[in-house]
Structure formats: structure tokens, C-alpha cells
């Protein structure tokens, strides 16, 4: 079966998609949506099934539209995976939904199912998981050692519209200790210079490394001694609680109702219910080496099951039963993931768009004219966006 993702962002591409190649099907991933590419790509690629899924780019309004464009009246079976649920399904997640009209919504958030059945639309739980490929245990890398390492975001503008997020409790439990004592944690993520009123206490600049590709995450977690991961509701886990241990990280997390019903704590991994309890671990496991090695096998294994080839044979069964696509459709095959990107390559000559460049600045690049490069890409102006991807010439 051919699928077509309609995504570009590293969290996502290298995630689900890959757990559909491994189970056998073709996957494109379609890079920035354009509409004139986006057009070719579908006609191009034949798919059998559409997926968006997230909250990125590729989710602003000028894009949902030219999903709705593309996709709707294909007759193509589109699947939307909600994975800002429960937090963003009123502001975000149900106005895109209203706006594509996907025939099939996966939600990270169980009551959610529910909800968009009685919308009318047919539904069902996905959560998040691991692909070993992209997540996976390293030799420890000296610039990612660490006693205490947490690779996440900090998000003080959400604080300030729900300072009762039950996030910023996690944070408080886990890093709050360490900081207020200047017992030094290594902060990978954003807006950590911007913490000091939920933490209490401004974090040392030389604590932050600031941004960290999302390929690279699993680096700090096979080098840092103990990662703090942090959890947003007591009923769901992040996607990092299971990258962490698909990378073979010693995770320190809260004790939630759903990471007991996961994992064993003490055993895959380690919870903490207070920051007293947090420091008190802390000081246990950075101790007891022969016993975080341990619980970091056991934790790798364990998470085995929550792979995203295991998502995507899931995710199959559930739309064959509910008569998106048909048995024979779901029956593996040769497994491929590419790029669209790439395989116009083959044919064209391709440029990036870098900050600041505009058409005009690309044509004169080129040697090619400004009307040249819009009618080779089906542009309908001349607006074109970072990191969008435009046919120069012919090879």
C-alpha cells in the first residue's frame, strides 16, 4: 500500500512513517505543502491512504485549505492523528479537523474518542511510541554527558494561560529541587532562560544548550546518567517517555495513573511522587550504577511493544474494520520511505528556500526568470516560504 504523509517536521517524519515502511508499505513523505507540487505529488504518487497528523508548519490555515483543495474529493481515505489532545482540541485540533474533513481521526487522548464520534466522525486511540531507528542507544558522546539531563521545552507562554497544567506540577517536582539548590541539571529545549517564576529560581545560562535536533535526542539520553522526562497529564505520557527508553535512557518521570499502567516502576524505569523524593532518588541511582544499568535494559525492552511498526499494523486494523481500506490493501508488502523532495531531484534542479530569499533573489541566482520558476512550480504568486523546496530547471 502506498501512503502519503503530509508533513515535514523531523518529530514527525521519522516516527510513524518509518513504522509503516517497516511493516511492509510505501511511504512519501511530501516535505513543505505547496499547492502546486502538492497537486503533482498525489497525481505522481498514486496513494492509497493520506495521513496529517500533529501540529507543525504544515497546520497553518493557508495549509489546511490547501489540504481541503488537494484532498477532499479524492476519494482517498485521510487519516488525522491528533497528537495536541486534550490540551488543544478546541483551539486547534477540531478547527483543522473541521477544515480537511479527514475520514478517520486517531486522538492521544482516550475521553477524546468519544467526543469526535458524537461530532459525527469515526474515531479511535493512538498514542504516541518509539522508532528504533531514530531512537536507540549510543556509545555516551563527552559533549552529552550529564549527571541529570531533561530534553523538552519549557513553555512560560502556556504558563501563563494555565498555570494549572498539571506540566508545570512535573516540572516543579523534578527540576525545582536541583535547581533552588544549584545542583546543576543540563536543560536541551527552549524558553529555559524564561522558567525562573515556575521553577523559583533563574536556571544558570551555562545549565542551557538551548535547541536540540530532534535526531540527536537520543545522544543525551544514552550519555546523561539520569533523564528527567517530564509528564503532561496524569491519564497520558509524553512521546519522550517512550524515545527515552527506545534509547536506552534511565528515566526519571512522575508516578501517573498511566505510566503504572505502562511500566513497573523500579523496574523499567523510576517515579517520583514529591521533590523530596525526587532528590532522594537522585542521590540513590547516581550511587548505584549496576542498578541504573539495569532498569535501563529492563526499560528498552519493556518499551519494545510501543514501537511504531507495532502503531501502524494498529492503526491498519482499525481502518480495515471500519471499511476505509480493504484486507488485501492492508497485507505488507515491500516496505520503502522516501522523500518527495528527492525524487524530484532525479529530474530537476531544487532550491531551498533560505531566510530572507525571494523570488526574484532566486531567479538571479539561476539565471532563470521570475516567471520561469512560477510556472514550473504552478505558483499563483510570487509568496514563498522558508524551507519550501522550488524546481529550478530541468536536468
Same mark, same amino acid.
Given at each position: 500500500?502506498?501512503?502519503?504523509?503530509?508533513? @515535514?517536521?523531523?518529530?514527525?517524519?521519522?516516527?510513524?512513517?518509518?513504522?509503516?515502511?517497516?511493516?511492509?508499505?510505501?511511504?512519501? !513523505?511530501?516535505?513543505?505543502?505547496?499547492?502546486?507540487?502538492?497537486?503533482?505529488?498525489?497525481?505522481?504518487?498514486?496513494?492509497?491512504?493520506?495521513?496529517?497528523?500533529?501540529?507543525?508548519?504544515?497546520?497553518?490555515?493557508?495549509?489546511?485549505?490547501?489540504?481541503?483543495?488537494?484532498?477532499?474529493?479524492?476519494?482517498?481515505?485521510?487519516?488525522?492523528?491528533?497528537?495536541?489532545?486534550?490540551?488543544?482540541?478546541?483551539?486547534?485540533?477540531?478547527?483543522? !479537523?473541521?477544515?480537511?474533513?479527514?475520514?478517520?481521526?486517531?486522538?492521544?487522548?482516550?475521553?477524546?474518542?468519544?467526543?469526535?464520534?458524537?461530532?459525527?466522525?469515526?474515531?479511535?486511540?493512538?498514542?504516541?511510541?518509539?522508532?528504533?531507528?531514530?531512537?536507540?542507544?549510543?556509545?555516551?558522546?563527552?559533549?552529552?554527558?550529564?549527571?541529570?539531563?531533561?530534553?523538552?521545552?519549557?513553555?512560560?507562554?502556556?504558563?501563563?494561560?494555565?498555570?494549572?497544567?498539571?506540566?508545570?506540577?512535573?516540572?516543579?517536582?523534578?527540576?525545582?529541587?536541583?535547581?533552588?539548590?544549584?545542583?546543576?541539571?543540563?536543560?536541551?529545549?527552549?524558553?529555559?532562560?524564561?522558567?525562573?517564576?515556575?521553577?523559583?529560581?533563574?536556571?544558570?545560562?551555562?545549565?542551557?544548550?538551548?535547541?536540540?535536533?530532534? !535526531?540527536?535526542?537520543?545522544?543525551?539520553?544514552?550519555?546523561?546518567?539520569?533523564?528527567?522526562?517530564?509528564?503532561?497529564?496524569?491519564?497520558?505520557?509524553?512521546?519522550?517517555?517512550?524515545?527515552?527508553?527506545?534509547?536506552?535512557?534511565?528515566?526519571?518521570?512522575?508516578?501517573?495513573?498511566?505510566?503504572?499502567?505502562?511500566?513497573?516502576?523500579?523496574?523499567?524505569?523510576?517515579?517520583?511522587?514529591?521533590?523530596?523524593?525526587?532528590?532522594?532518588?537522585?542521590?540513590?541511582?547516581?550511587?548505584?550504577?549496576?542498578?541504573?544499568?539495569?532498569?535501563?535494559?529492563?526499560?528498552?525492552?519493556?518499551?519494545?511493544?510501543?514501537?511504531?511498526?507495532? #502503531?501502524?499494523?494498529?492503526?491498519?486494523?482499525?481502518?480495515?474494520?471500519?471499511?476505509?481500506?480493504?484486507?488485501?490493501?492492508?497485507?505488507?508488502?515491500?516496505?520503502?520511505?522516501?522523500?518527495?523532495?528527492?525524487?524530484?531531484?532525479?529530474?530537476?534542479?531544487?532550491?531551498?528556500?533560505?531566510?530572507?530569499?525571494?523570488?526574484?533573489?532566486? @531567479?538571479?541566482?539561476?539565471?532563470?526568470?521570475?516567471?520561469?520558476?512560477?510556472?514550473?512550480? #504552478?505558483?499563483?504568486?510570487?509568496?514563498?516560504? !522558508?524551507?519550501?523546496?522550488?524546481?529550478?530547471?530541468?536536468?
Amino acid at each position: 500500500m502506498r501512503i502519503l504523509f503530509l508533513e @515535514s517536521d523531523p518529530m514527525w517524519i521519522y516516527g510513524l512513517p518509518n513504522g509503516f515502511s517497516d511493516a511492509g508499505h510505501e511511504v512519501m !513523505i511530501s516535505g513543505p505543502l505547496m499547492d502546486g507540487i502538492l497537486s503533482e505529488m498525489i497525481t505522481s504518487f498514486k496513494p492509497d491512504l493520506i495521513f496529517t497528523m500533529g501540529h507543525t508548519r504544515e497546520h497553518s490555515l493557508q495549509k489546511r485549505l490547501l489540504i481541503k483543495k488537494h484532498v477532499l474529493d479524492l476519494g482517498i481515505p485521510h487519516i488525522y492523528w491528533a497528537t495536541e489532545d486534550p490540551g488543544y482540541t478546541h483551539t486547534f485540533s477540531l478547527p483543522l !479537523i473541521e477544515t480537511i474533513q479527514p475520514d478517520f481521526i486517531f486522538t492521544i487522548c482516550p475521553p477524546r474518542v468519544d467526543f469526535y464520534r458524537e461530532k459525527g466522525y469515526k474515531a479511535a486511540h493512538l498514542d504516541f511510541g518509539y522508532h528504533p531507528k531514530v531512537h536507540f542507544s549510543t556509545d555516551s558522546i563527552s559533549k552529552y554527558v550529564a549527571s541529570l539531563a531533561i530534553v523538552a521545552n519549557g513553555y512560560p507562554m502556556l504558563y501563563k494561560k494555565s498555570p494549572r497544567y498539571f506540566r508545570f506540577e512535573s516540572l516543579r517536582t523534578l527540576l525545582s529541587p536541583f535547581v533552588l539548590e544549584n545542583l546543576r541539571i543540563d536543560f536541551w529545549g527552549r524558553y529555559w532562560d524564561s522558567m525562573d517564576n515556575i521553577i523559583g529560581k533563574k536556571i544558570p545560562k551555562e545549565w542551557i544548550h538551548g535547541f536540540l535536533p530532534y !535526531i540527536d535526542a537520543n545522544k543525551v539520553y544514552s550519555s546523561a546518567d539520569i533523564i528527567l522526562g517530564v509528564q503532561n497529564l496524569d491519564s497520558q505520557v509524553t512521546q519522550r517517555t517512550y524515545e527515552i527508553l527506545g534509547s536506552s535512557g534511565f528515566l526519571l518521570t512522575n508516578n501517573t495513573t498511566k505510566i503504572q499502567s505502562l511500566f513497573t516502576p523500579g523496574q523499567d524505569l523510576v517515579v517520583t511522587s514529591s521533590p523530596e523524593e525526587t532528590i532522594k532518588l537522585v542521590k540513590h541511582y547516581l550511587n548505584h550504577p549496576e542498578e541504573r544499568i539495569e532498569i535501563q535494559k529492563a526499560g528498552a525492552e519493556a518499551v519494545k511493544k510501543y514501537s511504531y511498526i507495532e #502503531r501502524a499494523k494498529y492503526i491498519l486494523e482499525i481502518i480495515t474494520n471500519a471499511g476505509l481500506i480493504s484486507k488485501e490493501m492492508s497485507a505488507p508488502g515491500e516496505g520503502k520511505w522516501s522523500y518527495y523532495v528527492d525524487n524530484l531531484r532525479k529530474n530537476y534542479e531544487i532550491h531551498i528556500v533560505k531566510p530572507k530569499e525571494t523570488l526574484t533573489s532566486i @531567479s538571479k541566482k539561476y539565471g532563470v526568470s521570475v516567471k520561469h520558476i512560477k510556472k514550473l512550480n #504552478r505558483l499563483a504568486n510570487e509568496k514563498i516560504y !522558508i524551507k519550501d523546496y522550488l524546481k529550478i530547471r530541468e536536468k
